[in-house]
């Protein structure tokens, strides 16, 4: 099965700076999406942009996601030191009734 | 609504033993799942559930069993508990299937085990 494969794994910056991390993944995809994991919580969405779609904002989040790379990026600008947590990317895989999870970035935004 | 409820939070076991992982959810949704998650590994699937009856198995199903006779309510069973079980359990709903536009994705809390 696919799986969507976050770069960097681990990622700390002051406050204000921002933040960008990636995915990559190997199959056709409807959507992708990400989700944010707070230590010791259970994950939180943020955001999804459909295979048709090359950029989606979201408050300080931006995504951007090119098919022909198989690959999507996530922005967060201006962080926060709420900010910090791990930040994973799923998948879908066409024609399968599952989602594929990224092994996870790790933002640590220092205040 | 409560969302995605899960218990216990924790536990502990010895090997062999077996024990049932609670999930239920509140929002009437068809897909239910379950995943393990292990430090620099991610989120596997374990099995996933499209519907009231209806299960499968994910990428990691060997050890646990799962059913689903309602709606709300998606257990899953280790059926004799090894140390390569210990792990944070996370059970997750969305409305829809994977890869429609409803398949955002709901998570408990998680049962964080411990197979001694």
């Known amino acids: 099965s696919q799986q969507g494969e976050e770069d960097p794994q681990a990622l700390s910056i002051q406050e204000g700076e921002n933040a960008t991390m990636n995915c990559s993944y190997k199959t056709s995809i409807n959507n992708l999406q990400w989700y944010r994991q707070n230590s010791g919580r259970g994950l939180v969405h943020l955001i999804l942009?459909?295979?048709?779609?090359r950029e989606k904002h979201s408050g300080r989040l931006r995504v951007t996601l090119d098919t022909s790379k198989k690959s999507s990026s996530l922005l967060i600008t201006a962080s926060r030191a709420a900010d910090t947590a791990s930040y994973f990317c799923a998948t879908d895989d066409e024609g399968n009734n599952r989602l594929a999870f990224g092994k996870g970035n790790q933002v640590v935004v220092i205040p | 609504n409560a969302g995605v409820t899960q218990t216990p939070k924790f536990q502990v076991l010895k090997t062999g033993q077996s024990m049932t992982l609670q999930c239920a959810q509140d929002m009437n949704h068809e897909y239910m799942s379950w995943y393990r998650q292990d430090p620099g590994m991610g989120l596997r699937l374990i099995h996933y559930s499209v519907g009231a009856g209806i299960t499968d198995q994910g990428e990691v199903p060997n050890g646990y069993n799962v059913s689903r006779s309602t709606t709300e309510d998606f257990p899953l069973r280790l059926l004799s508990a090894a140390p390569s079980q210990t792990s944070v359990y996370f059970c997750a709903s969305s409305l829809g299937l994977a890869g429609t536009s409803t398949d955002t994705q709901y998570f408990g809390p998680g049962t964080r085990l411990t197979v001694l």
């Open positions: 942009i459909r295979s048709n779609e």
